[in-house]
């Protein structure tokens, strides 16, 4: 029977750091794009998942943290889901820290879901988090386009520019 190595939670000193630090940038994308005018209601319920899907990884990987409450996408305007997912983002970037950082070992498993098996912290966990937002970002900048909602410029670019994000992120 092959012996496989266990994963030794070698992460680089900063590496906590810079993951809540990216998460935060991460957050400011969607704070920008939250804002397209006309009927946004669509638009909120899917950042409204987003926040949900935010407390659940924060409840099942991070129980010590306060857990935010859950956002009801039916009914979520746009002032409540850009409050939501800032105090989620916030949340998200301590855990990241706490997963991450040179500390390391207060939290040493991932769990995204209660079914999914639980992942070791690292990299992958960051990444999996920064994919389920993108995707859903994607699905905000389409469904703006179809309905006749092009972002404007400053917006359109403005979710680039990661370095101007990363400035104003924390």
Request: aromatic residues 6%.
């Amino acid at each position: 029977m092959r012996q496989v190595a266990r994963r030794q939670h070698n992460v680089h000193p900063d590496l906590g750091q810079a993951a809540g630090r990216i998460f935060a940038v991460n957050d400011r994308i969607n704070q920008i794009l939250i804002e397209p005018p006309g009927r946004a209601r669509t638009i909120a319920a899917i950042f409204t998942h987003m926040h949900n899907v935010r407390t659940k990884w924060i409840r099942l990987t991070a129980p010590h943290l306060k857990v935010p409450p859950q956002l009801n996408r039916a009914h979520c305007t746009r002032q409540q889901a850009r409050a939501g997912l800032a105090e989620s983002a916030a949340l998200c970037a301590e855990m990241l820290e706490e997963a991450l950082g040179p500390a390391g070992g207060r939290i040493e498993k991932f769990r995204r879901d209660g079914w999914g098996s639980p992942w070791p912290t690292g990299p992958d966990m960051l990444c999996y988090m920064l994919a389920h937002e993108a995707h859903h970002r994607g699905q905000v900048l389409l469904l703006a386009h179809q309905l006749g909602f092009p972002l404007p410029k400053e917006v359109g670019y403005g979710i680039w520019n990661w370095g101007r994000l990363a400035a104003s992120a924390k």
